[in-house]
Every structure is written in C-alpha cells, then in structure tokens.
C-alpha cells in the first residue's frame, strides 16, 4: 500500500523560507511522477510543483517558479519541496501526490496517492 506522509510546515514570516518533505513508501516510485499542491481556504487545489522520478524533470506553477525548487532522494524515497521568499498568498495546505504514470500533470485528478497535506502559514 502506498503511503506519503509529508512534514515540514509551519507558521513563517514573509520572506522566509521552509522545506517541505514527502516520505513515500509501499511501491517502487523510479516510473512515477510526483506532484506539490497546494489548498487555500476556499480555494480549489492547484498544482505547485512536479517532478519525474526517473530522469528528476521539473515543472512549476508559474507564481512560484524562482521561489520553489522541487527535488527527490533516491535513497531516502523522499520528495523535497524547499519554498524560499514566502509570500502570505502562499499559504495554504500543502499536499504531496503520487501518479502512476511518470507522464507529469498539473491535474489533481491524474493523481492516484495523496499525503494527508501540512500547514504552511506565511505572516505579513
């Protein structure tokens, strides 16, 4: 059974930064393709960054592209989102997401795991 437990939220100032990670476990990830989204208060989930496990590709949202930077450890299993300049508009909760197919989508329903998300809280 796949499993994706993130960490590394919490409460920061703008201008700050926090890396967020993605332990993943259950499956073989090296064909998958791994996503960051994130949800606001009433705000639909939208896609933050991906990353193709095999060949470590990445794709960003475009408010968050300089800010961002997606990365994985093969060793480790783990997915790494580290957020530098954090706006207040960026928070939200954040999840970490699995699809099968190492074809990278910004569409939440191409995924098929999903982490239980972490708080990221960004203070003006």
């Known amino acids: 059974q796949v499993q994706l437990v993130e960490s590394g939220g919490g409460l920061v100032q703008a201008g700050g930064s926090l890396r967020l990670s993605c332990a993943a476990s259950g499956r073989t990830f090296s064909s998958y393709f791994m996503g960051w989204f994130r949800q606001a208060p009433g705000k639909e989930r939208e896609f933050v960054a991906g990353i193709r496990w095999s060949g470590g590709n990445t794709y960003y949202e475009d408010s968050v592209t300089g800010r961002f930077t997606i990365s994985r450890d093969n060793a480790k299993n783990t997915v790494y989102l580290q957020m530098n300049s954090l706006k207040p508009e960026d928070t939200a909760v954040y999840y970490c997401?699995?699809?099968?197919?190492?074809?990278?989508?910004?569409?939440?329903?191409?995924?098929?795991?999903w982490g239980q998300g972490t708080q990221v809280t960004v203070s003006s």
């Open positions: 997401a699995a699809t099968r197919t190492p074809i990278a989508t910004m569409r939440a329903e191409g995924y098929d795991y």
